[in-house]
């Protein structure tokens, strides 16, 4: 075993890099429940019903006094701001391969974009999927997706429905992207 590998292995985590993860987690809890409320005034734009039939009721966010787009961002944090505690856990874990507390830091903030970007990414993916697998929608394929009654344009609610499936799959595979960047910023950092 290599020498810096042994001594990454048996040492413990100093104060600032305690620090510098629970500053990361906060960090990546708000930006979870920003992303959140962000992609929610997307998938508002495809599917309004999506929350007026569904979200709305499911968060108990009734007043209708609150615009619906307002409201539509709150589903969105509340459903995703709790994302932030396992990707800012996992992804804080890949920072302790970076040499220094300052490089680890550094580290962990690039690695945010790259998590949110992919998180984006798959999501889109998803509703796209959406639409591609609802041209000619045959009901029974979605038996047990919960579609309220009233609901009028019923394929775009299923394709923010897959949407927002897509984007919590897409927050569970960003802890890979996250991980491989790391990597990828440590070896370009040891090159320099």
């Known amino acids: 075993m290599k020498n810096e590998t042994k001594q ?10 305690i620090l510098i993860i629970i500053a990361y987690l906060v960090l990546t809890i708000a930006a979870a ?24 009721y ?10 619906e787009r307002i409201r539509a961002a709150q589903v969105g944090f509340l459903a995703s701001w709790w994302m932030g ?3 800012g856990l996992l992804t804080c874990l890949a920072g ?5 507390p300052a490089l680890m830091r550094r580290a962990l903030l ?12 798959v999501s889109l993916c998803g509703l796209v999927y959406g639409f591609i697998k609802t041209a000619h929608l045959d009901m029974r394929d979605f038996n047990n997706w919960i579609i309220p009654h009233g609901v009028i ?7 923010v429905g897959t949407m927002h499936e897509a984007a919590y799959f897409g927050g569970a595979l960003s ?7 790391h990597f990828i910023y440590r070896w370009w950092y040891l090159k320099k």
Do not use: M
């Open 8 to 17: 990454f292995l048996l040492s413990h985590p100093t104060a600032e890099q």
């Open 33 to 56: 429940g920003l992303f959140g409320a962000i992609h929610d005034q997307i998938s508002y734009t495809v599917s309004p019903e999506y929350y007026t039939q569904f979200k709305f």
């Open 58 to 67: 499911q968060f108990n966010l009734h007043n209708e006094a609150i615009p």
């Open 85 to 87: 505690i396992p990707l």
């Open 96 to 100: 302790f391969i970076h040499k220094t």
């Open 110 to 121: 690039w690695s945010l974009p790259v998590i949110i970007a992919f998180v984006l990414a």
């Open 153 to 159: 344009n019923i394929r775009n609610f299923l394709c």
């Open 175 to 181: 802890i890979t992207a996250a991980w491989t960047f």
